[in-house]
C-alpha cells in the first residue's frame, strides 16, 4: 500500500531532550515536507526536501533540523525542544518538483508532539 | 504574517444544498492553488487543485473557482453530503516547493 508513515505517533518529552520524527514514504517521491498544525495558524510549512541531500527551510524553521540522506526517509530532529513546539506535525510527499504540472502532496497520519 | 486566510473557521450546510468554502490571499506571486480535506486523527488528503492560469477547475461534485483580481477562491460542494463534513484547508504556491495553507474551515453537512 503506497503511504508516508510517521513514528512515534504520540510523544510526551521534557524540555531539551532531543527527539527525532522519522517519516518515510515507500511512493518513490523526490519532494518531502514537514508541517506543523497549531489551533488558529492551521498548517504551517517547517522544511521540505527537493531530493537527496537538498533541502530548505519553509515558514517556520527555527528550532528544527532535517536531513534527507535516503529519497524514502525525512525525518524531523529536535535538538532541544520547548513547549512552543508542542503540536501536531504532518511529513508529506510529492512524485514531482515544481512545474506546470505540478503533483499534490500525500500526508502521513500526523505525530502529535507535547513538551513539558 | 498569513499569507492565506480563510476567515470562516466553520460553515453548516443542509445535506443536499451548497457548501462555499472561501479563501484569500496576498501574494500576487502564488501560482498553484489547491483544497484540502482532514477527518480527525487523519492527514490531510487532496481534494482538488487549480493553476493560475485557470479560473476553474471541476471534480465530481467539486468545482474551485479562482479570482486572481481579488486575489480569491472558493470551493464549492454540490450537493453536500454527510460524509464532506470535514476541516477544509487551502493552500498556495510559488514553484511548488514552499506551501502556504490557510487556517481551515469546519464543514458540517447537516443530514
Known amino acids: 500500500e503506497a503511504q508516508v508513515t510517521q513514528n512515534p505517533r504520540y510523544l510526551i518529552t521534557v524540555t531539551g531532550k532531543k527527539l527525532t520524527v522519522t517519516c518515510s514514504q515507500n511512493?518513490?517521491?523526490?519532494?518531502m515536507s514537514w508541517y506543523r498544525q497549531d489551533p488558529g495558524l492551521g498548517l504551517r510549512q517547517i522544511y521540505y526536501?527537493?531530493?537527496?541531500?537538498?533541502?530548505d527551510k519553509g515558514d517556520v524553521p527555527e528550532g528544527y533540523k532535517v536531513s534527507r540522506k535516503e529519497k524514502r526517509n525525512f525525518p524531523l530532529i529536535l535538538e532541544s525542544p520547548s513547549p512552543n513546539q508542542t503540536s501536531l506535525y504532518f511529513c508529506?510527499?510529492?512524485?514531482?518538483?515544481?512545474?506546470?504540472?505540478?503533483?499534490?502532496?500525500?500526508f502521513g497520519p500526523g505525530t502529535r508532539l507535547l513538551v513539558l | 504574517d498569513q499569507q492565506v486566510k480563510q476567515n470562516s473557521p466553520s460553515l453548516s450546510v443542509q445535506e443536499g444544498r451548497i457548501s462555499i468554502l472561501n479563501c484569500d490571499y496576498t501574494?500576487?506571486?502564488?501560482?498553484?492553488f489547491l483544497w484540502y480535506k482532514k477527518y480527525p486523527a487523519e492527514g490531510p488528503t487532496f481534494l482538488i487543485s487549480?493553476?493560475?492560469?485557470?479560473d476553474k477547475n471541476e471534480d465530481g461534485r467539486f468545482t474551485v473557482f479562482l479570482n486572481k483580481s481579488a486575489k480569491h477562491l472558493s470551493l464549492h460542494i454540490v450537493p453536500s453530503q454527510p460524509g464532506d463534513s470535514a476541516v477544509y484547508f487551502c493552500?498556495?504556491?510559488?514553484?511548488?516547493?514552499?506551501?502556504?495553507f490557510g487556517t481551515g474551515t469546519s464543514l458540517t453537512v447537516i443530514p
Open positions: 508529506a510527499s510529492s512524485p514531482r518538483l515544481a512545474g506546470p504540472s505540478q503533483e499534490t502532496q500525500y
Open positions: 511512493m518513490n517521491h523526490e519532494y
Open positions: 526536501s527537493m531530493n537527496v541531500e537538498v533541502t
Open positions: 501574494n500576487s506571486m502564488f501560482d498553484y
Open positions: 487549480i493553476s493560475s492560469i485557470k
Open positions: 493552500a498556495a504556491s510559488v514553484t511548488g516547493n514552499q506551501f502556504y
